[in-house]
């Protein structure tokens, strides 16, 4: 894969190093115990074809990677010839790749390649929608752990890949304090002394709160952030302005049904980040498809 990732990547940093274990379980998933019955009953091991990957409607690309990871599993000779880059946005006719190789591995591993492009690039090409409305503001665009099991790190790629920026990638890499654990703890107050006490200097902490009360009560600990849950924007816009006043160095994140027309008016309330779960959880594939 390093000899592709030159040309798919501009700056962005692919999970390689998960990506032959995601292939092999897909692959293995599609072809069982007897492979793929109809094109080995059609097509001689010998033959080889050239076949392109072309997108059906404008967006954004991401996961060219793991479309070499998938045709390179079945042949390690294929020829794979890039015409647009990683998180690059095409139009609607534009051909993404170019592929010369045999002929059972592209029909083999075809499905599980447009598979995951699709699905990337879906996630890139929503991400940079977000990212282009709130353009001129200071605002990020993050995305959640809200992910399909088992794809979390291409996911959280994609969104960089459309200009987003990535939240914790799992419970392991940051404290998120949320509405259940002040529920369990008692308090916003109680919840936060129990993660200080258990975690290290290191470890960044962020509290989810829902109304201002709560957010005064965040505010009197050493805390690095705070999620402003389903406020609404003048709601949200005082939030901002007392949690700058207590705690300057404070990051701000809004979170709670966020949609591609409400996200701007978001971002002028001053929150640092916009999280949106949409991204990832409910987001429509892009069009592409594999042609001989």
């Known amino acids: 894969m390093q000899n592709m990732a030159a040309h798919f990547e501009t700056g962005l940093q692919f999970p390689h190093h998960l990506a032959v274990d995601t292939i092999r379980a897909a692959l293995l998933e599609d072809l069982g115990l007897a492979g793929d019955i109809t094109t080995n009953a059609i097509v001689s091991p010998e033959v080889t074809s050239e076949a392109v990957l072309a997108l059906r409607e404008d967006g954004c690309i991401a996961g060219l990677p793991l479309v070499e990871a998938a045709f390179r599993a079945l042949d390690p000779e294929i ?3 890039p015409h647009v880059r990683e998180g690059e946005a095409a139009a609607a006719g534009s051909i993404i ?5 045999k002929t059972r591995a592209i029909l083999t591993a075809e499905r599980v390649a ?3 492009l699709q699905h990337l690039s879906g996630i890139a090409t929503a991400t940079r929608h977000f990212v282009e409305a709130v353009a001129g503001t200071h605002t990020r665009i993050v995305c959640t752990r809200k992910t399909i099991p088992g794809l979390r790190a291409f996911e959280k790629y994609a969104v960089r890949a459309g200009g987003g920026f990535n939240h914790r990638f799992g419970l392991f890499d940051g404290v998120l304090i949320k509405d259940n654990h002040i529920a369990a703890a008692g308090s916003v107050s109680a919840a936060i002394e129990r993660v200080l006490a258990s975690n290290g200097h290191l470890v960044k902490v962020e509290v989810e709160v ?9 505010l009197q600990h050493p805390i690095d952030a705070v ?6 924007v003048p709601e949200l816009k005082n939030a901002v302005a007392r949690a700058k006043t207590v705690k300057p160095t404070i990051l701000c994140e809004a979170s709670g049904g966020v949609r591609l027309v409400t996200v ?3 971002a002028e309330t001053g929150v640092d980040m916009i999280s949106v779960g949409a991204l990832t959880h409910s987001v429509k594939s892009l069009d592409i ?3 001989f």
């Open 227 to 232: 999620l402003l849950d389903n406020m609404a």
């Open 264 to 266: 701007r008016s978001i």
């Open 97 to 101: 790749a170019r592929l010369r190789g």
């Open 289 to 291: 498809g594999l042609d």
């Open 114 to 116: 447009l598979n995951l």
């Open 210 to 218: 829902d109304t201002l009360v709560q957010l005064e009560e965040a």
């Open 79 to 81: 020829v794979i010839e």
